[in-house]
């Protein structure tokens, strides 16, 4: 158990409620309904991911930029822009995205209640502020945070600015999420400690190899074990 008050950062969008397997559900309608003559599943879902990787990097992230990815999706398979039809068609398959309610991950309304006890709380999610800041609200866990942060990226320079605005102590701050890319390597190449709790579901694009000597990442199975930790 790591002693003494710390500071707790905590990624939101499958760490603490369900997030990207409305989205896989998305796409596999969206692949049953994509029909094409010479690519299977795999391939298709390969070209998507292309674009997708490419849509972020330029647009940023969250549903809207997601439907436009499978609109591209369509028009480079089509070889013509995707006609007003097959975009209402896309927008139908998405409308869980937009309308749904939020699935907290088992444990986590308790457990950010008692670590609200124990240590300072924040939450740093990245995404359409809009639609993050609707998930937070649906969720009704903004009450167990002192700060709550939406950001375009998480990545090195994300982290350090937070330290700086808070004056945080490295050696007494976690990031806690599910994503190696955005939630632990940036976060340890700034010098914060990292807990890294993975969910099955996590989008593609945010895997990465994670160092297994690295010590200063802690390994969880489930949110729960944090109160073992803290």
């Given at each position: 158990m790591v002693r003494g008050k710390q500071v707790l950062i905590f990624d939101a969008d499958d760490t603490l409620w369900e997030n990207n397997i409305l989205f896989e559900r998305v796409i596999d309608d969206f692949l049953d309904w994509l029909t094409h003559p010479t690519l299977d599943r795999d391939q298709?879902?390969?070209?998507?991911?292309?674009?997708?990787?490419?849509?972020?990097?330029?647009?940023?992230?969250?549903?809207?930029?997601?439907?436009?990815?499978?609109?591209?999706?369509?028009?480079?398979?089509?070889?013509?822009p995707a006609t007003s039809a097959e975009l209402r068609r896309i927008e139908e398959l998405a409308v869980a995205l937009v309308e749904g309610s939020v699935d907290l991950i088992p444990g986590v309304a308790d457990t950010l209640t008692t670590l609200g006890e124990r240590h300072e709380l924040l939450l740093l999610t990245k995404g359409d502020t809009e639609e993050q800041q609707r998930k937070l609200t649906a969720s009704q866990l903004e009450r167990h945070f002192a700060g709550v942060h939406i950001v375009g990226e998480k990545n090195v320079d994300t982290y350090q600015a937070?330290?700086?605005?808070y004056g945080f102590v490295p050696e007494r701050t976690w990031m806690i999420g599910n994503s190696p890319k955005s939630d632990i390597l940036p976060a340890r190449r700034a010098g914060l400690g990292a807990v890294f709790i993975p969910n099955e579901n996590t989008w593609v694009l945010e895997h990465s190899e994670l160092d297994s000597s690295d010590t200063g990442v802690l390994r969880l199975t489930a949110f729960p074990e944090l109160l073992q930790h803290f």
């Open positions: 298709l879902r390969a070209i998507l991911d292309d674009i997708e990787r490419a849509n972020t990097a330029a647009h940023g992230y969250g549903s809207k930029v997601f439907l436009r990815s499978l609109g591209d999706c369509v028009a480079r398979l089509r070889e013509r937070l330290s700086g605005e």
